[in-house]
């Protein structure tokens, strides 16, 4: 391979080394530090091909460049029949290609149609559905306590089918970066009691884990913000504890309402504390998405 033209590379210097700078091994020799940019322009001149080595500054984590999603340019094959878009509505969660996806610094990757995320919305269903209960419990009329507690209880399912489909989402989307799992895979043991908490250890805590790596690891990901792995890891803890504490409550046929009972405080804090890690998760997991589905900046 001839040498590449010293006026559009430099050697690695601990002045010039920023945060942002990229470099690549080629022949043996180091270049850099320069943007993505530039080191995507190296690839669509063919200089810079999927086995080279690329790092960034500021990292001894050197990888193959056809492992960095969107660096090395894939070939499209010419067929006499148009392919069907990858950006059709009929799936929005197909599996992305390239075409699908903008790649690199500054704005990172983002799916045209992946769906946002409102969790304000979220939120307030939440809040409403609460308030329905209560005022179910509170009302003195008998005959208007059926009506709110049903209205109720189709509000707290909404909420949980939203809840799903955010989890649906946030899997479906991490395909791209070589998920093990599919979103269908993902929520579907999701509604056996028991065995569900357990199952969110690898829902909950194994997807906050693949997506601080990759944020960490992917140039596209760069500017998102990683989440705060230590609350998914306590939900599946929280969430098995309130559910045995429910399954108790259910067994002995009451329900912790005396706040002069110490184990009905106990119950209540058990399933507020889930409650609360529970929504501090679903936000940052929203927060994620809608990186993902934004427009491009």
């Not at 995507?40 to 460049?65: F, I, P, T």
């Not at 809840?163 to 946030?170: D, G, I, P, Q």
């Amino acid at each position: 391979m001839a040498d590449l033209p010293q006026r559009n590379f430099k050697q690695p210097s601990r002045e010039s080394i920023g945060s942002t700078g990229w470099f690549c091994e080629i022949a043996d020799k180091k270049h850099g530090p320069m943007e993505f940019r530039e080191l995507r322009l190296m690839a669509l001149d063919r200089k810079l091909l999927g086995h080279h080595k690329v790092w960034r500054s500021g990292s001894n984590d050197q990888q193959e460049a056809e492992a960095i999603v969107g660096l090395i340019p894939v070939a499209r094959r010419v067929v006499d029949e148009t392919p069907p878009s990858d950006l059709s509505d009929e799936n929005p969660y197909a599996p992305p290609t390239v075409r699908t996806i903008a790649d690199g610094p500054p704005g990172g990757l983002y799916l045209p149609h992946l769906r946002h995320t409102n969790f304000l919305v979220f939120l307030l269903i939440l809040i409403g559905t609460g308030g329905l209960f209560y005022a179910g419990w509170k009302v003195p009329d008998p005959d208007s306590k059926p009506l709110i507690f049903s209205l109720a209880s189709l509000g707290l399912l909404f909420w949980i089918i939203l809840a799903t489909v955010y989890l649906f989402r946030a899997w479906e989307m991490m395909r791209m970066f070589g998920a093990p799992l599919t979103g269908s895979k993902a929520v579907r043991f999701l509604f056996f009691p028991i065995f569900n908490a357990l199952w969110s250890f690898v829902v909950v805590f194994g997807w906050a884990k693949l997506w601080n790596q990759n944020v960490k690891t992917h140039p596209g990901l760069a500017p998102a913000s990683k989440v705060w792995s230590p609350f998914f890891f306590l939900f599946p803890i929280l969430f098995l504890v309130s559910q045995a504490l429910a399954a108790v409550y259910l067994f002995v046929q009451e329900w912790p309402l005396n706040l002069k009972d110490q184990g009905h405080l106990i119950a209540l804090g058990v399933w507020s504390l889930s409650l609360g890690v529970g929504l501090i998760c679903w936000f940052q997991i929203s927060r994620s998405i809608n990186f993902l589905a934004r427009k491009k900046s």
